[in-house]
């Protein structure tokens, strides 16, 4: 009985959906229904998208085009590309690219390098290798103002890692103090949160890869090291180039240990590009020329990727699964 | 259902290599140790950190005596209060974060309308490029939108999440569209499809891309830093890195405000795992 009142409750809407006559206007209608909502959905986040991206993007290309007396008492005037030509002859901002360049150039195929390593020994056939792995990912969960406290501790004269010096035979050594040595310890502390947060994606890469592929290459009689090279690395090319250009895109904009650790010190060998847009704008309370930084470490890191991306999508196999 | 169990017997008869195995030891202690000392020291008092340390001994990993002061003396300082800003700041961020991902997915996974691959990839794309990199410029900005040390001043930035939003609608397309059209039959509007048939289903990428707004907001300190200058809106992050910088420094209590920081994410990430573990079962014998 109940069924029937409900077979004969959902008749009439069947009947509307089947009927032939109004069909083309009730499905225009449903369409127009369809874009009002999809307009409403969409709408915060196309503000957000505005507001918060292309809005800063735009005010910061208008601004590095105009020059004002530090401070902005007066209003700024339009100059053109002088901002850019002033950053450009300047020796200090020339270094500091330079040194950003330098400094990624290492830092990201370094940092990769060592996370597929320690991925690769991790997935190999070892005593519990989730513990291993879940250890080397602890740091990755300490927000690096955390992680540039402990290492800022650790690397004092009188801190833990020049007592290992000493017991091993050493001397002790500056490192955040010495212009040789502070970029190095940077990297450090960076590497220690950065490389157990890349392994994961490439424990999970490796993981992916179907043991028929290895046990092929086993037949072949193909070395451990063909096998790495001609197997695992282009069977993993997606997770790696996804791991370098996080990777890169993160360390361009490195700020808070070159902040709290060094403040651009001893004599600015720390000073990167984000640093330096920083300290321009607030300390220096240059905001057009700030602006300039920023437009030109923007581009930059674009083509970083954008480089990235050629070298990895390259002889790619020909015959994909589509 | 036996064909893993025959893998997982196979590889257990596999010969486990003991050299490999110390690899992996000695690899994941130069990760840990750092950790363990970190944690170690907040729980010790200030002086003891040093005294440990020369000449060096297992007593740099022991303490002598365990006690939570370094805790309670951060609490009940303006630490505290920068916590707790911290808290209120990443809850109304994940709210209204998930509010505009899950609609923004739902219009570009289940709407038609002209151009939505485009509008997909466009709001992928923005939300892509590092934040950081805008931030000097657009902190001017809200300064002249009167945004500069307020509450919402903190959140706004942080809830665009171009990952949340592409998660959500991934998860969205996986949704039988049969649920929608039976909804639809039934008199539902579009924002009641989602909220009572899409947000229910969809347990996992929710959780998912909440963890990925609220880490966001909680490791967050270059904008905090640009957009809040008085003391009563400064975040955790902000506050104990000043802390650092102060000329008489207190060792323990910056590893205990440092082990705070970490717990945090650690804490919701154990969660959410085993939440996502049992959703994941639960949808997978559907």
Known sequence: ?322 | MSAPASLRRRSRLERRSPLLTIGAVLVAMIFILPAVWLLVGSLRPSAEIFSSISPLSWRILIPSSVSLDNYIALLTGPFGRAMGVSLLVCFLTVALGLVMSATAAYALAVLQFPGRSVVFAFVVISFMVPFDAIAIPLSQLFTGWGLTNTIMGLVLPGIGNGLAIFNLRQYFLSIPTSYREAATIDGASEPRVLASVYTPLGGTALANSALLIFLGQWTAYLWPLLVVSEARLQVAPVALARTFGEHEFNFGENFAGAVLLSLVPALTMFILQRSFGGLALATGEK
């Open chain 1, 1 to 322: 009985m109940s069924v029937q009142a409900r077979a004969a409750a959902r008749t009439p809407a069947t009947q509307r959906r089947g009927a032939g006559g109004g069909l083309g206007r009730r499905r225009s209608r449903r369409r127009t229904k369809e874009l009002f909502w999809a307009a409403v959905f969409l709408l915060p986040a196309l503000i957000a998208i505005v507001s918060m991206r292309i809005a800063p993007t735009v005010s910061a290309a208008v601004s590095s085009l105009h020059q004002g007396f530090p401070g902005g008492v007066l209003a700024a005037e339009f100059s053109g590309l002088a901002n850019y030509s002033e950053l450009f002859g300047n020796d200090m901002f020339r270094d500091t690219v330079i040194r950003t360049i330098v400094f990624n150039v290492i830092i990201n195929p370094l940092q990769v390098a060592i996370a597929l390593i320690i991925s690769v020994l991790l997935t190999r056939k070892i005593v519990a290798p989730n513990l291993w792995r879940m250890l080397v990912f602890v740091p990755a969960t300490v927000p690096i103002v955390g992680s540039s406290i402990v290492w800022g501790i650790a690397f004092r004269q009188d801190g833990p890692i020049n007592a290992i010096l000493a017991a091993l035979g050493g001397n002790p050594q500056p490192f955040l103090t010495s212009p040789s040595q502070a970029m190095a310890s940077i990297m450090v502390v960076i590497s220690w949160i950065g490389i157990g947060y890349w392994m994961l994606f490439l424990v999970s890469g490796l993981q992916s890869i179907p043991d028929e592929y290895l046990e092929a290459a086993k037949l072949d009689r193909a070395g451990t090291i063909r096998t790495f090279f001609s197997i695992t690395i282009p069977l993993l090319k997606r997770p790696l180039l996804f791991v370098l250009v996080a990777d890169t895109v993160a360390n361009f904009v490195l700020f808070v240990p070159i902040q709290m650790l060094t403040n651009g010190g001893p004599q600015n060998s720390t000073t990167m590009q984000m640093f330096n847009a920083y300290r321009t704008t607030y300390t220096y309370s240059s905001k057009n020329l700030g602006a300039a930084e920023v437009m030109i470490l923007t581009v930059i890191m674009l083509a970083f990727v954008a480089l990235q991306f050629r070298l990895l999508r390259e002889d790619r196999p020909t015959r994909r699964k589509r």
